[in-house]
């Protein structure tokens, strides 16, 4: 039986794929993934503003309080003859391709346009076969439309694209006013890939203490639906890959996503739950399933749910909704 | 070695410090190290040097290795020494007295070792950090050669000849130079290459001393123990040695000079060749008298000075071959002083060696002696013309001192204040700047850009205030076309810049400036608006002195380039445009250089940002001309006179000069001599530091006393008062009925000292007060202090008078109460946010009214006793802490001194009280014996009692029993003894005294501020310092974990240990005060101390402390022996366990950042092994609390 797919144009052994997570900092945890079935392994994002912001604090909190008593003209070491050390994503990604088959896929949360240039330079160089361009982005600004957010991302992707020869994945937030229109014209702009979605970072309260509780919480089977009617939607339209990201729990969630047109089908929070041999498990959960239903290859079933080959399209689309609504009246 | 090219000779623009460290390093192998100031720094940079793996001059990286003491490093270095190694160290002033028993040893055994000392005051009425040759001079009689370099080219280059000379003569050399003038004096100086080292040092000298070691392949013993018969011969066995160490010194002196052609000599003349009058100086001290020398030879004098460079031993023959025939009169200056003395010691060789060879100078009264530059008290070419010019006198003043005003014995040489020699192509720059804002940073980049790009000379000095936070900070620049040798500050600049607009009208930021300078301001107005806001008198300084002014709004430059207050690179940039030392475009590409540079490994953004502020400060840039349109000027601005009305006579005469800097006008007779200073003189000070004070609103507070209970500076306070006390209230004071059932009926208010707090808002973070609609709002937010000043300060003023509640009637035990307790420590010099203040605050809450404080020196000897102003004050009653600083190494032993003085007072006290029973009545005899004075209601009833028993014991005058008991009878009330310090102490320097200080039964107690690192002298590795942090000292990053010090207390038993953190759980500190004060024994208090050497806002500093019990790296817990007696576990756990990982406390905090970005490796395996430790410590902890003490021993520490 087939499961390979084509992800960014990399050969997958199968569509799994360890999605951007703490398991990339870990060397003994990838290499249990890969044992495991893992078909390629996405690093933790690197949040090039958090860098420069934790460089900046760095220097701040380093020099604040110098120049300021005869006794103490500085309170920290002068590390200007240190021998820095290479940059530990770096060297992550390097030590990954060293120690691992399948292929590594660097992912990257820029600050600014020189930032996400200049890195993803570097992790070409490092030896990432892909880059997952994280476009994490909290519109909170009032002033801005979403024309303006739009073509900055869009500015991104066309400059980041230019300036490496490795594929380049654009991971998105699910909120877009048109998102397949929006994922035309990223696959214009030059992007290998789409995974979709990206998952925010959800605070809570406090009611006791009035204060906002940062929090990520792991996602659940749930949230694959929503995944599902967009792969749904873009697919039939895409030429580039498409990957899942959120929600995949059970080989059933992996296989709807391909159903509705996924390459790929990112995994975290079953994995982080599980632990790595759960992907076996989805491996062979879909391996049955095929089995079972008579498929030869991942390729086969591909998109067999999409908006364009689904039996009931309108079952996606705006009749379905006003349906169940009235269901509900009655 | 940042700046030093090590091959081939190079000019580059360093301190001497770093000049010196760079060539003991390059030539040794073992530099054992401790810190002290000012030497630190040389220290610093070799611990730098050996984690970056550089290489000495044979190929390896030498060891430096940090111990408890200058005691511990001179007995490494002595045993280093005997094992073949090549070795160093760096010290100063008490470090290098603590190593004289090992230099007698190193010496008596002809070991060669090259000791580099910045020369520092001793400490004697008081402490001083700064220069002079108190130090060196206590050591003539050890047997160490004295070699004394006057400049930082002189330090580097006389580091490697005494390092040479040492090994070629075999005798220990101690070479010094002046602390601060010279070791922080930033000069251009050609370099020592690898190439002249390796031609300077003699591989078969090095040969001969590795034969010599201890080895028990050709075994040997040393420090025998020598009997009548052979000790003295023994002792001039070595004579031969020091006969030859002159010849030694000079062939190594002219070897130097062969291969980089600066020529020295043991003594080295300048002047007329037939000088009739001569001074003879060591140190920076002689560059000055030179330039005046030359001056008043133009003018027709014959005059001339010596350099002594070999002080000891003292070569009389090459001395008076040094010295011109033709002279008259001499004139010995002396860094030092021996009271009591003939003379000070350079005077005393002078008289000697002239003795020695005849000369009839030596007994025509024409060679004096003369004490000047102090503390590093300036030494300026007025106060040498002086000394000359005393030489003219038929009859020379002797003993005389140069550069103060003795009134009390009248040795002082009057000289002239106003006469410079400044040398007209030399361009003098002066910047007044806020400590922190980078002004300085600044500078010394300058420095730097302008000695190392151009052909000019350059010289940088920087004077600090005394304040640990909020100081001013004042530059002093030279730029010239040859060598600068000026060592004293400058007083006629040619451009003056201010980087705080606050300064303006305060601080004398004109009288730098000589006629025709430029004035560059940092001004967020106009430039007529400016100049409105300019007082009169600088309106008119400005116009007489035609001077031009510019200005710029740096803050918002600075802070539109992502920069913040850190207004360093726009002003840098102004300062390159305006002065014209170097052509602009050509100074922009250095500066961008520069920043390149320094922030290149820091972060890509962090240079972006420093270009922006650049690229954008030329564009703020305005000249003030004066346009005579603009408004009528101000009057001048009023000075702070109004904080004096009603002081103390001693506050008016001497503090108000001291903090209006005229402390150097003060006549001798002002100063206690013996040192000792009034107390509760922080309050006159009005800073006037913060941009931001807690706004207080009543309708959301809960009246919890947090606020009070943190600030560092006791600048916020709470009182409860009756309603009619509102009577003659400002208008503008609030106040709220007071909540609580003890006090119904009462108003409470929350009042900030506007000026005297910091702005640190640990109050407003500790805050648990929200508006409940608003959360963002708190009881108390922070708020621009100007708008509020004038009516906050009347308000504070207004609530100083209402009446601090009777300490009888509080609760002392609940937080909320204690905080009522007028705190008796206010208003100190400690940085903004300091984790160590809130714990002494409270302390003097509890018990400063009869509180005796013994205080390691360490920060909070510098915050507690830096003058002009001190912050332990007094009660309404004039009661409170007694204070004092003996050392740093031996504050244990001090208070523990304290404790047996007063206790032997209050056992005679109670003797006689008991034998004048009789006469004094029954009555009151008993019940003063059985007065609890376990309760504040105790102590008060027993001074009611001893006031009542004064007036008894006057009516028995005429027996002397009566008037002994009279003047002990304050020692009836018990006293607290106190020994305070930091980790520094408690954990290395004073470990040993400590330990046996609580090993006996004296009822004192222990508070170590524990700030896990040494604070004082910049953040150097103790043993509390935690694993994976770096420090100084400890820049790869700590290897082994915190030396867990209350266990080691613990284990006497009968010692009240906690560690406490005020920030994670004040009741739990509140509660181990009081247990320990109330413990009749020995106890120790271990206060986790938010530092700024941890590099994190120390705002955040409580949540920090919550972070660290949560994390199970700071557990709470007291052990009090009284439970015990009662049969209990005396070990309280008071935290729970570990509830989340440590990163997540270490993740905010630089120290531990620093080691992620340079080595990340070692960083992640530290952290792994910190993580296991605090588990495991934990549940070591866990384990004694629930094991009953009798089985306790069973319980071990597991090995990580």
Not at chain 1, 247 to 266: P, S, T
Not at chain 2, 165 to 192: M, N, W, Y
Not at chain 2, 415 to 436: N, T
């Amino acid at each position: 039986m087939n499961l390979t797919t084509r992800y960014l144009g990399l050969e997958l052994r199968n569509p799994f794929i360890v999605g951007a997570s703490p398991f990339s900092d870990d060397i003994a945890s990838c290499a249990a993934l890969e044992e495991a079935g893992a078909a390629a392994i996405v690093l933790r994002s690197l949040f090039a503003e958090q860098i420069e912001l934790e460089q900046r604090a760095l220097v701040h909190h380093t020099e604040s309080a110098s120049e300021s008593y005869a006794e103490a003209t500085s309170y920290f070491p002068n590390y200007e003859d240190y021998p820095l050390g290479p940059d530990p994503y770096l060297q992550r990604i390097q030590t990954l391709k060293k120690q691992l088959r399948i292929p590594v896929i660097a992912s990257l949360n820029g600050s600014h346009l020189g930032s996400w240039v200049s890195w993803a330079k570097q992790f070409e160089e490092a030896g990432a076969d892909a880059i997952e361009l994280n476009n994490y982005h909290l519109a909170t600004d009032p002033q801005i439309n979403g024309e303006k957010v739009e073509g900055e991302i869009l500015h991104i992707v066309r400059t980041v694209v230019a300036s490496v020869k490795i594929p380049v994945a654009v991971k998105l937030s699910p909120f877009h006013a048109s998102l397949s229109h929006f994922a035309l014209a990223l696959e214009q702009s030059g992007a290998a890939g789409l995974v979709l979605f990206n998952r925010f970072y959800q605070p809570d309260f406090d009611i006791e203490e009035l204060d906002v509780l940062p929090q990520l919480k792991l996602s659940d089977s749930s949230e694959l639906l929503l995944r599902l009617r967009w792969l749904s939607i873009i697919s039939p339209h895409a030429k580039m890959s498409l990957a899942c990201s959120g929600g995949v729990h059970h080989a059933e969630d992996a296989i709807k996503a391909i159903l509705a047109g996924a390459h790929g089908v990112q995994v975290v929070s079953a994995l982080l739950k599980n632990g790595p041999a759960h992907l076996t498990s989805l491996r062979d959960g879909l391996e049955h399933w095929m089995a079972d239903h008579d498929y030869d290859s991942v390729e086969e079933f591909r998109g067999a749910m999409n908006l364009k080959r689904c039996p009931d399209p309108e079952a996606h689309e705006r009749a379905n909704y006003i349906r169940i609504l009235q269901s509900w009246r009655i | 070695m940042s700046s030093v090219e090590t091959s081939p000779a190079t000019f580059a623009t360093l301190d001497a410090n770093e000049a010196v460290a760079s060539v003991a390093y390059r030539l040794n192998e073992i530099i054992a190290i401790y810190p002290i100031t000012p030497s630190s720094a040389m220290a610093e940079s070799c611990d730098e040097w050996a984690a970056a793996g550089k290489p000495n001059l044979w190929g390896e990286v030498p060891r430096v290795v940090e111990m408890q003491s200058e005691g511990g490093v001179a007995g490494a270095i002595h045993g280093s020494l005997l094992g073949e190694a090549l070795t160093t160290t760096f010290t100063a002033s008490q470090g290098l007295l603590l190593m004289i028993p090992n230099l007698y040893k190193i010496a008596g055994e002809l070991m060669p070792l090259t000791v580099h000392v910045s020369a520092r005051s001793i400490a004697a009425q008081g402490l001083s950090i700064f220069g002079d040759h108190a130090d060196v001079m206590a050591c003539r009689a050890t047997g160490c050669a004295l070699l004394a370099s006057n400049s930082v080219q002189e330090a580097q280059d006389f580091a490697l000849i005494a390092h040479v000379a040492s090994l070629r003569a075999s005798l220990p050399f101690i070479h010094f130079f002046d602390g601060f003038r010279t070791s922080h004096e930033i000069q251009k100086i050609l370099t020592v290459s690898d190439s002249t080292l390796q031609q300077m040092v003699n591989e078969e000298d090095i040969a001969a001393f590795r034969a010599r070691a201890l080895s028990p392949d050709h075994p040997t013993i040393r420090g025998t123990a020598q009997n009548p018969d052979v000790y003295f011969q023994g002792r001039e066995s070595v004579n031969r040695y020091y006969d030859d160490l002159p010849a030694v010194v000079q062939s190594t002196m002219d070897r130097f000079a062969s291969l980089t052609g600066r020529q020295y000599h043991l003594f080295d003349y300048h002047g007329h060749p037939e000088a009739e009058r001569v001074v003879i100086i060591m140190c920076s001290g002689w560059e000055t008298v030179c330039e005046t020398v030359d001056w008043l030879v133009e003018s027709g004098e014959k005059v001339g000075v010596i350099a002594v460079r070999l002080f000891h031993p003292f070569h009389v023959d090459s001395f008076v071959a040094a010295l011109p025939k033709s002279v008259k009169a001499i004139a010995v200056l002396d860094r030092t002083k021996e009271p009591g003395s003939l003379g000070e010691p350079l005077f005393l060789n002078v008289m000697a060696a002239l003795a020695e060879a005849r000369s009839p100078l030596a007994g025509s009264g024409r060679v004096v002696g003369g004490r000047y530059g102090l503390g590093s008290k300036e030494f300026t070419p007025g106060m040498a013309a002086a000394v000359f010019k005393n030489l003219t006198a038929p009859e020379p003043r002797h003993r005389f001192t140069i550069g103060i005003i003795d009134d009390v014995t009248g040795s002082s040489l009057d000289y002239d204040a106003d006469f410079d020699l400044e040398a007209p192509e030399v361009r003098r720059c002066v910047f007044i700047g806020l400590g922190a804002d980078g002004t300085v940073g600044a500078n010394k980049n300058s420095i730097k850009i302008i000695g190392e790009q151009t052909p000019l000379y350059a010289q940088g000095y920087f004077v600090y205030d005394s304040k640990k936070s909020g100081s001013m900070t004042t530059s002093h620049l030279r730029f010239g076309p040859s060598p600068i040798k000026a060592p004293y500050l400058i007083r006629n600049a040619d451009f003056v810049a201010c980087s705080q607009f606050g300064f303006i009208g305060k601080i004398g930021v004109l009288d730098f400036a000589r006629v025709g300078a430029t004035v560059l301001l940092n001004s967020p107005y106009s430039p007529e608006e400016t100049w409105q806001k300019f007082p009169r008198d600088w309106q008119e300084s400005i116009l007489a002195k035609e001077l031009r002014v510019y200005v710029i709004d740096a803050n918002q430059v600075s802070e539109a380039a992502g920069m913040g207050r850190r207004t360093n690179t726009v002003l840098q940039t102004c300062f390159f445009a305006l002065s014209g030392v170097l052509p602009r475009n050509e100074a922009i590409d250095q500066i961008k250089a520069t920043i390149k540079k320094t922030y290149g490994k820091k972060g890509e953004s962090i240079v972006a940002m420093n270009y922006a502020a650049v690229d954008a400060a030329l564009a703020g840039l305005q000249e003030l001309k004066v346009n005579s349109a603009w408004a009528t000027p101000l009057e001048t601005a009023a000075g702070r006179h109004r904080y004096f009305e009603g002081a103390p006579d001693f506050v008016q005469r001497i503090t108000a000069r001291l903090i209006a800097g005229e402390g150097n006008l003060l006549p001798v007779s002002a100063l206690p001599a013996d040192g000792c200073w009034p107390t509760a003189t922080s309050r006159f000070e009005k800073r006037n530091i913060a941009l931001a004070i807690p706004s207080w609103d009543p309708a959301v507070c809960i009246q919890c006393n947090k606020c009070v209970l943190i600030c560092p500076h006791a600048a916020i306070r709470a009182k409860f008062y009756e309603p009619a006390a509102l009577s003659v209230a400002p208008v503008e004071f609030k106040s709220t009925p007071f909540r609580s059932h003890d006090f119904p009926d009462q108003l409470y208010t929350l009042q900030v000292a506007p000026e005297d707090c910091t702005g640190c808002s640990l109050c407003v973070q500790v805050c648990p007060a929200k508006d409940k609609t608003n959360p963002r709002h708190k009881a108390i937010d922070m708020v621009s202090q100007a708008p509020l000043l004038a009516a906050e300060r009347a308000n504070w003023d207004f609530f100083l008078q209402l009446p601090d509640p009777d300490r009888t009637t509080l609760k002392s035990g609940e937080v909320k109460s204690s905080q009522f307790m007028r705190p008796l420590m206010e208003f100190s010099g400690a940085c903004g946010g300091c984790g160590e203040t809130p714990y002494l605050k409270l302390l003097t809450q509890l018990v400063g009214d009869r509180l005796l404080i013994a205080n390691a020196t360490g920060c909070s000897s510098i915050y507690g006793g830096n003058l002009p102003t001190t912050p332990y004050c007094q009660d309404s009653d004039g009661r409170g802490p007694a204070w004092a600083n003996s050392l740093f190494e031996d504050n244990a032993e001090f208070g523990f001194g304290i404790r047996l003085a007063t206790d032997r007072h209050a056992d005679a006290a109670w003797e006689l009280l008991r034998s004048l029973a009789p006469e004094i009545g029954d009555t009151l005899v008993r019940e003063m014996l059985e007065t609890d004075q376990a309760t504040e209601a105790g102590i008060a009833r027993q001074r009611q009692l001893v006031t009542e028993l004064r007036g008894k014991l006057g009516q028995l005058d005429d027996k002397p029993e009566a008037r002994r008991l009279a003047a002990l009878a304050d020692h009836l009330v018990k006293k607290s003894v106190w020994i305070i310090g930091g980790d520094g102490w408690a954990y290395d320097i004073g470990y040993g005294g400590l330990d046996h200080v609580l090993s006996t039964d004296a009822n004192v107690k222990v508070l170590v501020l524990d700030t896990e690192v040494y604070s004082n002298t910049g953040g150097q590795s103790s043993k509390a310092t935690p694993m994976g942090a770096v420090a100084k000292f400890a820049s790869g990053g700590k290897a082994v974990a915190k030396k867990d010090l209350a266990l080691m207390a613990m284990q006497y038993g009968h010692v009240y240990v906690a560690r406490v953190a005020m920030g994670a759980k004040d009741s739990q500190t509140l509660l181990a005060f009081r247990e320990a004060e109330a413990h009749q024994g020995p106890a120790l208090i271990i206060a986790y101390s938010p530092c700024i050497a941890h590099g994190y806002p120390l705002h955040l500093g409580a949540s920090q402390q919550k972070l660290a019990v949560d994390t199970g790296y700071w557990p709470l817990f007291r052990r009090d022996p009284r439970f015990a007696e009662a049969g209990q576990n005396p070990f309280k756990l008071d935290s729970g366990p570990p509830k989340i990982d440590l990163d997540r406390f270490t993740a905010n905090e630089a120290r531990f950042g620093i080691l992620k970005n340079v080595n990340p490796d070692r960083a992640s395996e530290l952290a792994g092994h910190a993580q296991t430790d605090v588990r495991r410590r934990y549940a070591f902890y866990e384990a004694l609390a629930a094991t009953p003490e009798t089985d306790q021993a069973s319980i071990n520490l597991k090995p990580v």
